[in-house]
């Protein structure tokens, strides 16, 4: 098996005095669409935070190509590869479109410019139909589509998205699931969190179920389509 992109090892993660992740373990190989599945409340974006550098783990260790981000600033972080797309999706609202996205262009770790405005407007299609208007004229899934759009002008190795298709119409969520499925096409690296099993089953192709902050399942897809159990003890469903 090729060496993992990102790996978080026994990660214990803190708010205070509140112990939210305990010995969160698992790792995301090139080209891998890991799901991290789990109820709300079960640490999906606490993980995300301790990998972003914004809720750094007690102990534990994080790395990305290797490199170490324990301990490391956001923006370092952000250098070093993670390109993260929070729940709370924001863009720059005063801002054109194209200028949204070219706030995030950005060199890749291997100096790789593999996203650029003319790349990003053909695998993004409707935002090519609104490179002059206002980001904060958009609809709440336009300005999803943009911020994935801008965390890619930043040439991340690995894609981080915070529940895309949370609270969007469920066409919208379609579309948010086709462009994951285009993006894991394209071979884009893609960490992702999501209550939302049959979501997941149409996008991810490795899945880790989070419960209570714990990692307590690994899998392929089709070990969890063939696992019914695992998700009724799991997931709300
Ligand atoms: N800033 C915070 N301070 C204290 N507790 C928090 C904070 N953010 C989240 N939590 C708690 O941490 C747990 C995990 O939350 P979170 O990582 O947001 O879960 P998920 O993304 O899976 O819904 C929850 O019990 C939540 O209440
Ligand atoms: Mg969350």
Known sequence: ?????????????????SQILFGMSFSVHKGQVMALLGRNGAGKSTTFKAIAGLAPPRNGAIT??????????????????IGYVPE?????????????????A??????????TLDRI???????ATM???????????????????????GNPDVLMLDEPSEGLAPIIVQSIGKLIVTLKELGVTILLAEQNMHFCLGVASHVT???????????????????????????AL
């Open 1 to 17: 098996m090729s060496d993992a992109i990102l790996t978080v090892g026994n990660a214990n993660v803190f708010y205070g005095d």
């Open 64 to 81: 990305v190509s290797g490199q170490q981000l324990r301990g490391r600033a956001p923006y370092t972080i952000a250098r070093l590869g």
């Open 88 to 104: 709370d999706r924001q863009v720059f609202p005063d801002h054109t479109v194209q200028d949204n996205l070219m706030i995030g």
């Open 106 to 115: 950005k060199r890749g770790t291997d100096r790789r410019m593999q996203w």
């Open 121 to 127: 407007y053909e695998v993004f299609p409707l935002l």
């Open 131 to 153: 490179k002059t208007r206002r980001a904060g004229l958009l609809s709440g899934g336009e300005q999803q589509l943009l911020t994935i759009a801008r965390t890619l002008m």
């Open 209 to 235: 179920i989070v419960d209570r902050g714990r990692a307590v399942y690994h899998g392929t897809i089709e070990q969890l389509r063939a696992n019914q159990d695992i998700s009724q003890r799991y997931l």
